[in-house]
């Protein structure tokens, strides 16, 4: 029973538009999400995370969306770069205490930014 | 550098021996977790510690995997008996105790069981 999903195994964009990741999940008891970037051979690489009393979480070229009545969340990349190309993973967390309790994963998205 | 430290980084072995994994996490987070990432999947979480309290265990898959956190710092997972099927790369990684605080990660250690 996979309770974050990430329906895309694989994305490919050009250099300068936009990436928009996307996450749905199941458990409505997640009130903390995050997004990690991963390269090969190295680990998980923080990015991103939003908080479920939000909807939106900006910082640099990465948004976050968030919507709960969907159980779905985004991540957006603009403008997309080749050194973006990488594995990306959705994460998400519960129980009320934010993130100092046990991720779930999804399974990841490769991104491709093409020059 | 004052990210998470683990090691070794690659481990060979045969099926049957055990084997023990280290991790040294940012000076300062109290919360440390083990995960694992079998080919094509996700991260699988298998322990968590935090500060002095009962580690949670419930993602250990089975009584031959086990961990210990000495001195709230330095942490190391122990396999029993290694199957093939434990062949994955072991990521740990650590956290501030503070609410919605994200969780930093290590490289992992890449383990084979022959």
């Known amino acids: 029973d996979q309770q974050v999903k990430q329906n895309s195994p694989s994305l490919s964009v050009q250099e300068g538009r936009i990436s928009i990741l996307n996450c749905d999940y199941t458990?409505?008891?997640?009130?903390?999400f995050l997004w990690y970037k991963k390269y090969p051979a190295e680990g998980p690489t923080f990015l991103i995370s939003i908080s479920s009393i939000k909807d939106k979480n900006e910082d640099g070229r990465f948004t976050v969306f968030l919507n709960k009545s969907a159980k779905h969340l985004s991540l957006h990349i603009v403008p997309s770069q080749p050194g973006d190309s990488a594995v990306y993973f959705c994460?998400?967390?519960?129980?009320?205490?934010?993130?100092?309790?046990?991720?779930?994963f999804g399974k990841g998205t490769l991104l491709t930014v093409n020059p | 550098g004052a990210g998470v430290s683990q090691s070794p980084s690659n481990k060979v072995t045969e099926k049957g021996k055990d084997v023990e994994l280290r991790c040294d996490p940012i000076s300062g987070h109290t919360a440390l977790y083990w995960y694992r990432q079998s080919l094509g999947q996700g991260l699988e979480f298998l322990i968590y510690?935090?500060?002095?309290?009962?580690?949670?265990k419930s993602g250990l898959p089975s009584d031959r995997f086990s961990a210990e956190r000495t001195g709230g710092s330095v942490s190391t997972l122990t396999i029993q008996r290694t199957q093939q099927e434990d062949s994955a790369v072991y990521l740990c990684a650590s956290s501030l105790m503070y609410s919605n605080q994200p969780q930093h990660f290590g490289d992992g250690t890449r383990l084979s069981i022959l």
């Open positions: 994460a998400a967390s519960g129980l009320g205490g934010g993130s100092n309790y046990k991720l779930t």
């Open positions: 510690f935090q500060g002095n309290s009962a580690p949670d």
């Open positions: 458990n409505s008891m997640f009130d903390y």
